[in-house]
Nanobody
C-alpha cells in the first residue's frame, strides 16, 4: 500500500521561502502523478502544483503560485519537492501531498482524482 509522508512545513515571514518534501513508500500505478494541494481554514482544498513521475515530468501550477513555487522530482529518492519562494500570508494553509494513477490534464486539480494522501504539513506565513 502506497504511503506518502510530507515534511518541511513551518513558520516564516512574508517574502521568505520553504521547501516541502513528499516521500512515497513505493512506485506503482497509484503514483503516476504527484500533486500538492493546500487547504486554509474555511476554504476548499486548492491545487497548487502537479507533476508526472515518468520521464517527462511536465510540471503544472495553480494560478496563485505561478512564478513563485516550483515542483521538482527526485525519482531516485521517490520524492517530490515543492520549493516555495516569496511566500505571502495568503499562502498560509495545510499543505498535502497526493498521488494518483493516470489523470487527464483537465482533472489535475480535482482532489477526488487522487487516491493516496499524506497527513499534511502546516505552513504559516506572517506579515
Amino acid at each position: 500500500q502506497v504511503q506518502l509522508v510530507e515534511s518541511g512545513g513551518g513558520s516564516v515571514q512574508a517574502g521568505g521561502s520553504l521547501r516541502l518534501s513528499c516521500v512515497r513508500s513505493e512506485n506503482s500505478y497509484l503514483t503516476n502523478y504527484v500533486a500538492w494541494f493546500r487547504q486554509a481554514p474555511g476554504k476548499e482544498r486548492e491545487g497548487v502544483a502537479v507533476l508526472y513521475t515518468g520521464p517527462t515530468p511536465s510540471p503544472y501550477y495553480g494560478d496563485s503560485v505561478k512564478g513563485r513555487f516550483t515542483i521538482t522530482p527526485n525519482n531516485a529518492k521517490n520524492t517530490a519537492y515543492l520549493q516555495m519562494n516569496s511566500l505571502q500570508p495568503e499562502d498560509t494553509a495545510v499543505y498535502y501531498c497526493a498521488s494518483g494513477p493516470w489523470i487527464d490534464s483537465s482533472n489535475w486539480f480535482r482532489p477526488e482524482m487522487y487516491k493516496v494522501w499524506g497527513q499534511g504539513t502546516q505552513v504559516t506565513v506572517s506579515s
